[in-house]
């Protein structure tokens, strides 16, 4: 739990799209940001083709979670999970760093083929840990799921 994680928005959120997230980011952030993170910006980008996105920087000690012209009705559709998602990704982003690092020494077709299998392995934990936490939070909305497959 990171208690003094400091959110701020960007100018350039919508006020419309600023007032349905708030709620959600403000109540996630401090539960799911690891405590490297000192301050998490939230920001806009009508034009991405994503949901969601991230970026940080674990030296400064900030992160920024992006919202899209998408972000709206994914959220609709998949609830929390999909900010702590974004958010779960700052917390293996120091294996990321030392992954592209590596990466780059080794250079050429090898290092295309490690990244593309690197981002199948990374989104899969990253989503494998935001669905535990979530489940943790709110253990009720997966029980309808394992009892369809009873």
Known sequence: MNKHVRIEWDLKVPVAVREYF????TRLAPLVCPTWMHELSVEYDPDSEHGMWCRGDIASRWGVIGLTGNSIPLYQREGDRVIVHELVHFHIRPLQDLFQFATVQIGG???????????????????????????????????DVFEERR
């Open 22 to 25: 708030i709620e959600p980011i």
């Open 109 to 143: 077709k090898a290092e295309k083929a490690l990244d593309r299998n690197w981002t199948e392995l990374y989104e899969g934990a990253t989503e494998d840990l935001a669905r535990a936490f979530t489940a943790l939070m709110d253990p009720s909305i997966y029980i």
